[in-house]
């Protein structure tokens, strides 16, 4: 069964609204979640890191104040895309790492984004 | 930095087929290597993966083996199916940097009946 939850599936919505995408670690506590974006037929391109209970390590070129992120608790991590517009449509994807060296990360379902 | 870079896909294959799908890989430590699988609409899936070098890893008659001497990982399957059709990642994981992957662009495999 799915380790990592991620909700919603997809999402249809009109420019200038805000949308958040949970992930949720099941039956297991993630101090960090990583939060990739899938552009169509593209490799998956890291975001963000996710930190529970501090500020969020953003990668070079991804704008903090429009990908917002917030580990509230040991298995939930939620990724707010504010003012969303059309260019921010993608595919994102959500993954905490598994215990242990070496292990590999579990991944969400995905989010579907599509901004009209 | 770290990286990883696949063949050029999409790649097509009839069934019963064999394939290989090349992977190598720069890497200032010792990675980890993984293959994950991605079928339409999802998200990922481990598919195998190898800690050290000369590690085999294999699932579903898929395998793949560690080559440090040629820093590559490429992904094997002796007769393919329909099923296997999906994006295939290869992808390595630092272990100084805190579990996060390093994608390579991923290759798209059509399996025709």
């Known amino acids: ?116 | 930095g770290d990286s990883v870079t696949q063949m050029e896909g999409p790649v097509t294959l009839s069934e019963e087929a064999f394939l290989t799908i090349n992977c190598t890989y720069t890497a200032t430590g010792y990675p980890s290597l993984f293959w994950y699988v991605q079928y339409p609409g999802e998200g990922l899936q481990l598919l195998l993966k190898a800690t050290k070098a000369d590690d085999k890893g294999s699932n579903k008659g898929f395998e793949a083996t560690y080559r440090k001497e040629t820093t590559s990982f490429h992904l094997e399957k002796g007769s393919v199916q329909v099923s296997d059709s999906a994006v295939y990642f290869c992808a390595l994981s630092d272990r100084g940097s805190g579990s996060r992957l390093t994608f390579g662009e991923g290759t798209q495999l059509t399996v025709n009946p």
């Open chain 1, 1 to 116: 069964g799915a380790v990592v939850s991620q909700h919603p599936s997809r999402v249809i919505c009109k420019s200038g609204t805000s949308v958040k995408i949970e992930c949720r670690s099941l039956d297991f506590q993630a101090t960090t979640m990583f939060w990739y974006r899938q552009f169509p037929k593209q490799s998956l391109m890291l975001m963000a890191t996710s930190n529970e209970g501090s500020k969020a390590t953003y990668e070079q070129g991804v704008e903090k104040d429009k990908f917002l992120i917030n580990h509230a608790s040991l298995t939930l991590s939620t990724l707010t895309v504010t003012s969303a517009h059309p260019e921010d449509s993608s595919f994102y994807i959500c993954s905490a790492p598994g215990t242990g060296g070496g292990q590999p990360q579990h991944f969400g379902d995905g989010t579907r984004l599509s901004i009209l």
